[in-house]
């Protein structure tokens, strides 16, 4: 084995270590990517406020029951709404052909606020509608409705934010 060449353990370290920051830093520059170009600010806001849109066009125009139980209170009941019926959305696009347009949002390797906002947006449709249809269904209003997407925006982000909540050290 003399005549073979070895490289020191610390090159191949070295070589390992710069392979491994230059990928964390096209997954990161990826996720900018998404975050700042293709969603949410972009694509998942046009998608967004084209569903809740049409389905508050809908609400307008269609003769419906609707709850009248005024701002606040609606505001609570449909948020809750809103997360069970974003939870079966969430299961539904997890099957069959749903899938190919979902599994870019379960690509990111590490969870954070960012990975939230890799969605396609057929996907991204989807999910509104689904949301958005339960809500004008359930007879919410149309400002009720509006309200419950920025304040899920700030959910999602907070529950992809991989943070502990529990309470550190005792």
Known sequence: HEGRHRRPVAAVMAKHAVTSLINALQRRLLDLTYWFVLTPLVTGSLTRLSTLGAIALL????????LSLGFWI???LALL???VAGYW???LRHRGALWFFHAIHHSPTKL??????RMH??????????VGASLFVAGFSVETIFAVGPILFVHIALTHADVSY????R
């Open 89 to 91: 959305s969430h299961r």
């Open 59 to 66: 609400a307008m125009a269609v003769p419906r029951y609707t």
């Open 74 to 76: 609606e505001l609570p």
């Open 81 to 83: 709404l809103a997360d």
């Open 121 to 130: 947006p057929v996907d991204d449709v989807i999910d509104n509608t689904l």
């Open 166 to 169: 529990q309470k550190q050290g």
């Open 112 to 117: 954070d606020a960012l990975a939230a906002a």
